[in-house]
């Protein structure tokens, strides 16, 4: 079974979900916020219409650079509702993987839940194309040409337009930009499986961490990989594990698994080093290792 969906954002202003939902849809997903200070006007009309109408509904908050908590902040505020599942729209400008997590977490510590994750193709590319196994819920764009009914256009269950990437299989395809629906040009999506299913993706597991808990991950996301993941200035840029890298290289050798030490030391690390100093000044009990 095949269910048919929309993205839409304030550029589809005026749109009649009912009208949507009679032609056949099953769900929309709408644009919520962007960055830490953008709202869509739009969104609280389109959310209690989209209820109204029967749809399975999501919000969508586009990830920019901005300070991750400010950004949750700014979703959270005007979602009107945590019950609403979260989709993070995350391609041009929105960063690194880093801050795809910091952002998700941040969401999370917040009180919402991020179910989604529109992460395009090209720019999973762009950003190094970066592990995406645990992402939730991977939405893909693949688009076929021309325009018309969503269901005249979508390419198929079995089309190539699924294909995997990062580890991830996409669980809903955007397959167009340029579907006629209710009068209005929209993006169209398709999603394998019942509105059962759709509904369980969304909906948040048993398992899901408490808000204090997930504020507490947050903190220990930060002091490991420092504000937005892109390490901490004082440590040089550096996250806390590759300063301890940095560390560890330099008192045992530019192999640290090895301990093999440094040419300019005689191959000695740095504790060893200071042995054969305090053997050199015949201090009781020390001796050394190169001798």
Do not use: C
């Not at 005007?78 to 729209?89: A, C, F, W």
């Not at 899901?208 to 991950?217: E, G, Y």
Request: glycine letters at 12%; hydrophobic letters at 45%; charged letters at 15%.
């Amino acid at each position: 079974m095949t269910l048919y969906g929309i993205d839409i954002s304030s550029y589809q202003a005026g749109l009649n979900l009912a009208e949507v939902k009679a032609e056949g849809f099953d769900f929309v997903f709408v644009k919520v916020s962007e960055g830490s200070g953008y709202v869509n006007p739009t969104w609280p009309g389109f959310r209690d219409a989209a209820r109204a109408a029967g749809l399975i509904l999501a919000g969508y908050h586009y990830v920019t650079g901005d300070d991750p908590a400010a950004q949750a902040n700014n979703l959270v505020s005007h979602l009107g509702d945590t019950s609403i599942p979260v989709m993070l729209d995350f391609e041009a400008n929105s960063g690194d993987i880093a801050n795809f997590w910091a952002v998700l977490n941040a969401i999370t510590a917040a009180g919402g839940h991020v179910a989604l994750s529109y992460i395009p193709h090209w720019y999973w590319q762009q950003i190094g194309s970066p592990d995406l196994s645990a992402v939730p819920g991977l939405v893909a764009s693949d688009y076929v040409s021309g325009t018309g009914y969503a269901s005249d256009l979508y390419p198929g269950d079995q089309s190539g337009n699924w294909f995997a990437y990062g580890g991830a299989t996409p669980v809903v395809l955007q397959f167009t930009d340029a579907a006629q629906v209710a009068g209005q040009t929209v993006d169209a999506d398709a999603f394998r499986g019942t509105a059962a299913q759709l509904q369980q993706l969304l909906t948040p597991s048993g398992d899901d961490v408490t808000p204090a808990q997930a504020q507490q991950l947050q903190d220990i996301w930060v002091q490991l990989l420092g504000p937005n993941g892109r390490g901490w200035p004082q440590l040089g840029n550096r996250t806390l594990v590759d300063a301890l890298a940095v560390v560890l290289t330099q008192l045992t050798g530019q192999d640290p698994a090895a301990f093999a030490g440094w040419p300019q030391t005689g191959g000695r690390t740095d504790t060893d080093l200071i042995a054969a100093i305090a053997a050199a000044l015949k201090v009781p009990g020390t001796f050394d290792t190169k001798a």
